[in-house]
């Protein structure tokens, strides 16, 4: 069993910097492919970086330039830096470990974009 935690959400103004992370309590998380997702009010959840254990990216296309995803092994920890952030980022962020047949979600930490 693998435990998740976000931490690092809050309100930001747009055009701002926010960074989050995505601690993990197993001691195998650089096994594991791990990725942040996000779910605005009324719309789905959806991708918006991966990263696997040997360090190989994904990002959604909304995304691309402005966020960047990194994991410190040794930690246990994982990073969405997001800058230039815009209103329509506003939603829970949450952290995903998959790794052969399991999958595991944090408990999602919100980020809001508002003047």
């Known amino acids: 069993q693998v435990q998740l935690v976000e931490s690092g959400g809050g309100l930001v103004q747009p055009g701002g910097s926010l960074r989050v992370s995505c601690a993990a309590s197993?001691?195998?998380?650089?096994?594991?492919?791990m990725g942040w997702y996000r779910q605005a009010p009324g719309k789905q959840r959806e991708l918006v970086a991966t990263i696997t254990r040997r360090g190989t990216t994904i990002y959604a296309d909304s995304v691309k330039g402005r966020f960047t995803i990194s994991r410190d092994n040794a930690e246990n920890t994982m990073y969405l830096q997001m800058n230039s952030l815009k209103v329509e980022d506003t939603a829970v962020y949450y952290c995903?470990?998959?790794?052969?047949?399991?999958?595991?979600w944090g408990q999602g930490t919100q980020v809001t974009v508002s003047s």
């Open positions: 197993a001691n195998i998380f650089s096994l594991y492919t």
């Open positions: 995903n470990a998959q790794f052969s047949t399991s999958n595991y």
